[in-house]
């Protein structure tokens, strides 16, 4: 899973077993309220599962289908809006039929997927583009409505690169939740504090070299990251001695499970 991102829906994943496993007698609940209680399944997502898998009649709207619906009703405005949003919910439970739903879902899935796409849209081929109210009008290109533009706000954070004569690097494995919950990464912490977390962490004196400085975008902030190479003569520093890090040979990186910014960084070490 490493370098896909989404981490929160591998730990929803397994989640999901095991309350389908403890508290469902391991049997995938057929109630579309239950489905929704399950870690990472929303509405849309829950309708779906039921409608494909069981052949109940739920509605769906994931981005494939409001791109269709924008495009097929002339629906303006950003569909993130809550309106806008709450406007294709009722023309997606208006157009699902009573029969064959399975059938639906996957066909208007696919038809945003495969046809109806964000850019190049072909239309020629579309089975339902008489229909189309943005076809009829010629402004396919401006549904759905675009997302306001939002500037990202910068943090910066430095990560110690810290080397030991074994060829091992110093590793630390994040909190369960948040930012590559779960995955190993680099020891991290605010600028203004690298001098006290060397004092803390590498008592003594080591030489600190700059490494080059890796900028990684996340969906709401941006991340700069500057890395600082600092090698130790023992193998041993109190992070790892206290249990909270690991020593990891740079020749086995590709075991663990580590942050693409972060491989980024190992890798020109190597």
């Known amino acids: 899973w490493s370098g896909l991102g989404y981490y929160s829906r591998a730990r929803n994943l397994h989640r999901t077993a095991q309350i389908i496993r403890d508290a469902h007698g391991a049997h995938f609940p057929e109630e579309l309220e239950t489905v929704m209680t399950l870690p990472g399944i929303g509405r849309s ?94 402004r396919i290109a401006e549904f759905p409505g675009k997302k306001p533009p939002r500037v990202l706000s910068l943090k910066e954070v430095v990560m110690p690169v810290v080397l030991n004569t074994r060829g091992e690097v110093l590793l630390e494995r994040r909190p369960p939740t948040g930012i590559w919950g779960g995955l190993w990464s680099l020891p991290e912490c605010e600028p203004a504090e690298l001098t006290q977390w060397r004092e803390r962490q590498l008592p003594g004196t080591h030489k600190l070299r700059e490494m080059e400085q890796i900028r990684h975008t996340f ?52």
Not at 60 to 84: C, M, Q, T, Y
Not at 238 to 265: F, N, Q, T
Request: with cysteine.
């Open 45 to 138: 997502t829950a309708g779906a599962i039921l409608a494909i898998s069981r052949g109940q009649h739920h509605a769906i709207l994931d981005g494939n289908v409001k791109r269709v619906l924008s495009r097929f009703h002339a629906v303006e405005g950003w569909p993130g809006r809550s309106d806008v949003e709450q406007q294709l919910w009722l023309l997606a439970e208006k157009h699902t039929p009573q029969k064959r739903t399975a059938d639906y879902t996957q066909a208007i899935m696919d038809l945003g997927a495969t046809l109806c796409t964000r850019s190049k849209p072909d239309c020629s081929s579309c089975p339902v583009a008489e229909g189309c109210e943005a076809h009829r009008q010629g």
């Open 219 to 270: 969906s709401h902030y941006q991340l700069l990251i500057q890395p600082f190479r600092i090698d130790v003569e023992a193998p041993l520093c109190r992070v790892a001695d206290e249990g909270s890090g690991k020593w990891c040979s740079l020749s086995r990186l590709e075991e663990l499970g580590l942050p693409a910014p972060v491989r980024r960084i190992l890798a020109r070490l190597e």
